[in-house]
């Protein structure tokens, strides 16, 4: 899968539409499925959701939550990857 810069995308999402108002948490294996529906390793998602691989590994875990901006990078990542494949 191409690279998605999810840093310039996630701010031009949030001025345009405003639509990743909501913190709804996604579950550790809603996560590890998007990691890999993406093709992204833990250390890939965590560069673009600016954490480590161990604070992935533990969201996967179920041991650690995301914070409601990491949160909303990881719903945004989603939005993409369902776009990308609807396109």
């Known amino acids: 899968m191409a690279h998605l810069n999810v840093r310039g995308?996630?701010?031009l999402r949030i001025v345009i539409c405003g639509t990743l108002k909501g913190h709804s948490l996604?579950?550790?294996?809603?996560?590890?499925?998007?990691?890999?529906?993406l093709g992204y390793?833990?250390?890939?998602l965590a560069?673009?959701?600016?954490?480590?691989a161990n604070t992935v590994a533990r969201y996967e875990r179920n041991e650690l939550r995301p914070s409601p901006p990491v949160m909303k990078l990881l719903k945004l990542l989603?939005?993409?990857?369902?776009?990308?494949?609807?396109?």
Request: aromatic share 2%; net charge positive; charged share 30%.
């Open 78 to 87: 989603n939005m993409l990857l369902t776009e990308k494949k609807a396109a």
């Open 26 to 37: 996604m579950t550790g294996t809603q996560i590890r499925d998007l990691r890999k529906a």
């Open 9 to 11: 995308v996630y701010t």
């Open 41 to 44: 390793t833990q250390a890939r």
């Open 47 to 52: 560069e673009e959701i600016s954490v480590t």
